[in-house]
């Protein structure tokens, strides 16, 4: 291979690593900044909320990204949470709602296939700063 090609290669080889390490940088922003933003709104921590989630088991109802087994179908997927309309078609998707449907799901939709699980206030806030960060 002439000299000029190998430098050619060497400078596209270069860039291509420069554009790979930009993007993983933008993303690991993008995500730090959704997980900021959950925090501010809903008071809780998200990383604790996760730990939540996996110990309530929500995930053998739901599929919930971020939590390892989490690949349940008798729920609706979590994914996309942060920005949907509604929680279960009946309330606004605010964080003091999704508290109350996270703690009282049966006082919401009587009969729903969704337990009641003595879901701490505390629990609460925390698992609705994670899924604040389902965007
Ligand atoms: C036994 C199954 C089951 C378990 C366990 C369960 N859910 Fe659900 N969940 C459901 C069902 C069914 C619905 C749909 C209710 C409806 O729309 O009336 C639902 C709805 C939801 C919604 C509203 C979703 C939407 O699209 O509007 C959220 C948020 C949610 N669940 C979070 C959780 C969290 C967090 C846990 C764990 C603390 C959990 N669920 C545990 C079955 C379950």
């Not at 291509?16 to 995500?31: H, K, N, P, Q």
């Not at 809903?42 to 996760?50: E, F, M, Q, Y």
């Not at 729920?75 to 949907?84: C, N, Q, V, W, Y």
């Amino acid at each position: 291979m002439p000299a000029s090609l190998k430098w050619l290669a060497l400078l596209f080889g270069a860039t291509a690593l420069a554009a790979l390490i930009a993007g993983i940088a933008m993303y690991a922003e993008t995500r730090t900044r959704s997980r900021i933003m959950a925090e501010q709104v809903s008071g809780g921590d998200s990383k604790a909320g996760r730990l939540a989630i996996a110990a309530y088991g929500c995930g053998s109802c739901h599929v919930i990204p971020g939590v390892p087994g989490a690949t349940g179908v008798v729920g609706p997927s979590l994914d996309k949470l942060a920005i949907r309309a509604t929680i279960a078609g009946r309330l606004p998707n605010a964080p003091a709602a999704m508290e109350h449907w996270l703690r009282h799901p049966q006082t919401v939709v009587p009969g729903n296939g969704m337990p009641e699980q003595d879901v701490t206030a505390r629990d609460a806030r925390d698992m609705t700063a994670y899924l604040y960060t389902l965007d």
